[in-house]
């Protein structure tokens, strides 16, 4: 099994994936890489298909076709379930047990042992600031420490890959900004994140930036070239921009909406992995 956390690797590679939902293609022949040891911002307009492409690289998507490998290995499959971490929008936590009850779950769950289970807990409770809250039941927290604890419990296994969908969201100017300073130590250590947002003045804590519209890539890029190659002084007006240019290629007919932008997009240079995703029809 490779691992693959050092930085300069693959943490994800997708190739040519496409992905159906309600009978329709929502991703379309979608390639991008998200480098090991690094924060990957995913952003894009509501609708675009950021949680669909995550669903695909945690591997509970079905109708998948094409290339998903997640540090080294097919997405979904056995080996990752302890390898990843994934955090969704809803609350992923049992609101009648208390915080520190589910992550003792979580840590069960991720393989833990009893030994190690008590400094694991009190690792993830710390590194999300609900030290004090261990025996609050999450039906009596508020919504940003309830989000927290989704957080924490995707933690509490050390998963090498992080995928967060909209962490932020619903959590104060402080708390977010304490939360981007975790994102960056755990990068720090080695970890790998994929995190998608609405929040643009987020997207310049990431090392890169995936910008997708309409199931496609738009640009694959760093949030200095972002503003360097649209000219625009700020993350917000830069992103409007490259979503406006991509509006108007599509407009003016033959530009494929899933091939990035020229402005600050990478094409892919590498081979596509060999471990192919097939079509399924039931979440796995
Ligand atoms: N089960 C489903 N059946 C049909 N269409 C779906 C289904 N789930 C998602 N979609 C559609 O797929 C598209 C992409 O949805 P997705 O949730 O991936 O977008 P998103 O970029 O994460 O949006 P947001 O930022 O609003 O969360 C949307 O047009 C959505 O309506």
């Not at 998903?68 to 080996?79: F, N, T």
Request: charged share 25%.
């Amino acid at each position: 099994m490779g691992k693959n956390s050092e930085a300069g690797t693959a943490a994800v590679r997708v190739a040519g994936l496409r992905v159906v939902r309600g009978g329709r293609a929502i991703i379309s022949g979608f390639d991008v890489d998200v480098p090991a040891g690094s924060v990957v911002g995913l952003l894009g307009p509501s609708g675009s298909g950021k949680t669909t492409l995550m669903r695909a690289i945690v591997g509970v998507q079905d109708k998948v076709s094409g290339t998903v490998e997640v540090l080294g290995e097919p997405a979904g499959s056995a080996p990752l379930r302890r390898r990843v971490g994934y955090v969704t929008q809803d609350a992923s936590v049992y609101a009648d047990l208390t915080v520190a009850q589910n992550l003792d779950y979580f840590a069960t769950l991720a393989g833990i042992s009893p030994r190690r289970r008590r400094e694991a807990v009190a690792g993830a409770v710390s590194t999300v600031d609900l030290g004090g809250h261990e025996k609050q039941r999450v039906r009596t927290l508020s919504g940003g420490e309830r989000s927290r604890v989704s957080l924490a419990a995707a933690l509490v296994g050390d998963p090498e890959l992080l995928v967060l969908d909209e962490p932020t969201v619903g959590l104060d100017p402080v708390l977010r900004r304490d939360l981007w300073a975790t994102f960056r130590q755990l990068a720090a250590s080695g970890k790998s994140l994929l995190v998608s947002s609405h929040v643009m003045d987020e997207a310049t804590q990431c090392d890169r930036l995936l910008l997708m519209r309409e199931g496609g890539l738009v640009a694959d890029t760093t949030p200095a070239e972002l503003l360097e190659t649209t000219g625009a002084p700020d993350a917000e007006r830069a992103f409007l921009a490259l979503i406006e240019q991509a509006r108007s290629d599509a407009r003016a007919g033959g530009a494929d909406p899933a091939a990035p932008a020229s402005t600050g997009a990478a094409p892919r240079t590498d081979p596509a992995p060999a471990a192919v995703v097939p079509e399924e029809e039931g979440p796995r």
